[in-house]
Each structure stands twice: as structure tokens, then as C-alpha cells.
């Protein structure tokens, strides 16, 4: 009996200890399946932590480059210094968003195309300051050219007024020069800006009625009338550089009122031929390339118009470039 019970607790002591060993077994895959993945982890964070310090360094080393780099463009001039005090900022900005980045391993990718868009800006600075130096080159250039002249001008200057006895009938005679030259300047000026004006012809203005079905007809008499079509043609001046032009247009009603509405584009602008402050009714902006060109616009006031004789005159830089009428029965 006792031999009995003696092999039934070994045989239980070998089960719960085959049962253990089971568990151990077990709970040792489990631990090497879990450093398995945590070494693959760690071996992943390792790579991207070793890449985020590269950029890292790539990006100190490229911002240090760029900020001695545009230190080395200062000079005298205040624009220049201004425009790379700015740049600086800029790049410490874009340096400080980059840095952000870097401190997520989600990000590096982005933050590679940000360093690479950071080399790109200070390349494109580095050539604004470039084009800077040549602009400023050329105006010393100029104002050096300006000095000599007026130093020759000065020695003239002297010479005539050592020769002169009557220094006041000198001087008198100096200012009356140069305020000839003047005129003469501002002559000069008037004619190059006339002749570079657009003139502009076939101006013609249409009466028109908007129906129920908002289709707009053509009207002749005045009370059918709600709105008018403006059109005008562009000629061809080689003259005038391509570019924007304005044509400003006022229409002048049978009394000789100005039709104005400031809410429509309607302001007041200077006549070049006589510095006169004259009322315009609309301007009509065109990127001029030195073509025959027709431009039209719709002055709808929502007012009612007066019969008779209407004058159309359209001005660009300030004078006149053609004129016509239109009536209203």
C-alpha cells in the first residue's frame, strides 16, 4: 500500500514537473520571439536615429554655410544688408520647421525634401544679392559718370563767372538757364510720354436693353435704354513698350455733365496737356503688346438717360487718345 502511494506521488511529481518544463519551454519562445522583434525594432530606430543625425548634420552644416556665406555679401549698403538680414531670418525659420522634423522618425522623408528645398532658397538668396551687386555696381557706375560731369560743368561754371564782372547778372543769367532747362526737360518729357500715347480709333457706343429673359438688345431712343456698350479700337504705336496700358473714358452726357458713378470705377485723373483734374467714368486696363486690339466695356448705372448728343473721350498717360459721339433719341 505504502509502495502504491509512493509511486503515484512521483508519478505526480513528474507530471507537474513535465508541465513546468512545458510552461518554461513555452514563456522561453515567447521572451526570444519578443527579443526578436524588439532587436529588429531597435535595429530599425537604430538606422533611422543614425539618418536623423546625418541630416542633422548635414542640415547645421548647410545652415552655418549659408548664414557665413551671406554674412560675407555685407557691405555699405543698407538695402543689401536689410535683404540679408531677412534671408537669415527666413532660413532660421525654415531651419527651426526642419529641426521638428527630425525629431520624428515618421518624418525624416520629409524633412529631406525640406533640406533639400533649404538648399535650394539659399541658392536662389545668394543670386538675388548677386543681382543686387550688379544694380548697385551700375548706379555707382552712373552716379561716378554723374560727379565727373558735374565737376566739368563746375570748372565751366567757375571760368564763365571769373570771367564775368557782374557776378550778379552771372548768377541771374545761371538760374535763368537753368530754368530753361528745366522747361526744356520737362518738354522733352511731355513729348516722349505723347508720343508713346495709344491712340485709340472706331470708338463706338451702343445703347442697350436688357429683356426679361436677360438677353441685352440694341436701342436707339433713350427711355428703352438701361445700359450702354463702350467699344473702341487700339492702334499700333512701335514706340510704346508691351506691357499694361490704361484707357480711361468719359462719357459726357447733352449738358456737358461727366457720367460718374465711383462705385462703378469712376474717379478723377490729371489731363497731361494742361495738368487739369478731369472726371473719368471707367478705365479699362489692357496688356498691350503693341497689336490693333478692340476693348469694350458695359456702363450700367441703373439711372435712366437723357436724350440727345453724348461725347466720348478716351485718354492714355494722361492725353488724349480719340474721341467720337454717340445719340440717344
Given at each position: 500500500m505504502t509502495t502504491n502511494n509512493s509511486n503515484n506521488s512521483k508519478q505526480r511529481l513528474m507530471a507537474i514537473a513535465a508541465v513546468v518544463v512545458v510552461a518554461l519551454l513555452a514563456l522561453n519562445a515567447i521572451l526570444l520571439f519578443n527579443k526578436f522583434k524588439l532587436d529588429k525594432k531597435v535595429a530599425r530606430q537604430g538606422v533611422e536615429l543614425q539618418e536623423a543625425q546625418q541630416l542633422q548634420e548635414e542640415l547645421n552644416e548647410k545652415y552655418d554655410q549659408a548664414l557665413a556665406d551671406l554674412e560675407q555679401q555685407r557691405s555699405d549698403n543698407e538695402e543689401m544688408n536689410a535683404l540679408i538680414d531677412q534671408q537669415q531670418a527666413e532660413?532660421?525659420?525654415?531651419?527651426?520647421?526642419?529641426?521638428?522634423?527630425?525629431?520624428?522618425?515618421?518624418?525624416?522623408?520629409?524633412?529631406?525634401?525640406?533640406?533639400?528645398?533649404?538648399?535650394?532658397?539659399?541658392?536662389?538668396?545668394?543670386?538675388?544679392?548677386?543681382?543686387?551687386?550688379?544694380?548697385?555696381?551700375?548706379?555707382?557706375?552712373?552716379?561716378?559718370?554723374?560727379?565727373?560731369?558735374?565737376?566739368?560743368?563746375?570748372?565751366?561754371?567757375?571760368?564763365?563767372?571769373?570771367?564775368?564782372?557782374?557776378?550778379?547778372?552771372?548768377?541771374?543769367?545761371?538760374?535763368?538757364?537753368?530754368?530753361?532747362?528745366?522747361?526744356?526737360?520737362?518738354?522733352?518729357?511731355?513729348?516722349?510720354?505723347?508720343?508713346?500715347?495709344?491712340?485709340?480709333?472706331?470708338?463706338?457706343?451702343?445703347?442697350?436693353?436688357?429683356?426679361?429673359?436677360?438677353?441685352?438688345?440694341?436701342?436707339?431712343?433713350?427711355?428703352?435704354?438701361?445700359?450702354l456698350k463702350v467699344c473702341f479700337n487700339t492702334t499700333i504705336n512701335e514706340i510704346t513698350e508691351p506691357g499694361s496700358e490704361q484707357f480711361f473714358v468719359r462719357i459726357i452726357n447733352?449738358?456737358?455733365?461727366?457720367?460718374?458713378?465711383?462705385?462703378?470705377?469712376?474717379?478723377?485723373?490729371?489731363?497731361?496737356?494742361?495738368?487739369?483734374?478731369?472726371?473719368?467714368?471707367?478705365?479699362?486696363?489692357?496688356?498691350?503688346?503693341?497689336?490693333?486690339?478692340?476693348?469694350?466695356?458695359?456702363?450700367?448705372?441703373?439711372?435712366?438717360?437723357?436724350?440727345?448728343?453724348?461725347?466720348?473721350e478716351i485718354y492714355n498717360k494722361g492725353f488724349l487718345a480719340g474721341a467720337g459721339s454717340f445719340e440717344l433719341k
Amino acid at each position: 500500500m505504502t509502495t502504491n502511494n509512493s509511486n503515484n506521488s512521483k508519478q505526480r511529481l513528474m507530471a507537474i514537473a513535465a508541465v513546468v518544463v512545458v510552461a518554461l519551454l513555452a514563456l522561453n519562445a515567447i521572451l526570444l520571439f519578443n527579443k526578436f522583434k524588439l532587436d529588429k525594432k531597435v535595429a530599425r530606430q537604430g538606422v533611422e536615429l543614425q539618418e536623423a543625425q546625418q541630416l542633422q548634420e548635414e542640415l547645421n552644416e548647410k545652415y552655418d554655410q549659408a548664414l557665413a556665406d551671406l554674412e560675407q555679401q555685407r557691405s555699405d549698403n543698407e538695402e543689401m544688408n536689410a535683404l540679408i538680414d531677412q534671408q537669415q531670418a527666413e532660413l532660421s525659420a525654415q531651419k527651426g520647421q526642419i529641426d521638428d522634423l527630425l525629431r520624428d522618425s515618421r518624418n525624416l522623408s520629409k524633412a529631406r525634401a525640406e533640406l533639400g528645398k533649404l538648399n535650394a532658397q539659399v541658392e536662389q538668396y545668394l543670386a538675388e544679392i548677386n543681382t543686387l551687386k550688379e544694380q548697385n555696381q551700375l548706379l555707382t557706375d552712373e552716379n561716378s559718370q554723374l560727379a565727373t560731369d558735374k565737376e566739368m560743368l563746375s570748372g565751366d561754371l567757375e571760368q564763365q563767372l571769373a570771367a564775368n564782372e557782374e557776378l550778379s547778372t552771372a548768377r541771374a543769367a545761371l538760374v535763368s538757364e537753368k530754368e530753361e532747362l528745366e522747361s526744356q526737360n520737362e518738354n522733352l518729357s511731355r513729348t516722349v510720354n505723347y508720343a508713346s500715347v495709344v491712340k485709340v480709333q472706331e470708338i463706338d457706343v451702343t445703347g442697350m436693353k436688357t429683356r426679361d429673359n436677360g438677353k441685352a438688345v440694341k436701342k436707339k431712343y433713350a427711355k428703352n435704354v438701361d445700359h450702354l456698350k463702350v467699344c473702341f479700337n487700339t492702334t499700333i504705336n512701335e514706340i510704346t513698350e508691351p506691357g499694361s496700358e490704361q484707357f480711361f473714358v468719359r462719357i459726357i452726357n447733352p449738358v456737358g455733365e461727366t457720367l460718374a458713378i465711383e462705385e462703378l470705377g469712376s474717379g478723377i485723373m490729371t489731363n497731361s496737356q494742361t495738368n487739369e483734374q478731369i472726371r473719368y467714368t471707367q478705365v479699362k486696363e489692357y496688356d498691350y503688346s503693341q497689336d490693333a486690339t478692340q476693348l469694350c466695356f458695359l456702363w450700367e448705372p441703373n439711372l435712366g438717360f437723357q436724350e440727345g448728343t453724348y461725347e466720348v473721350e478716351i485718354y492714355n498717360k494722361g492725353f488724349l487718345a480719340g474721341a467720337g459721339s454717340f445719340e440717344l433719341k
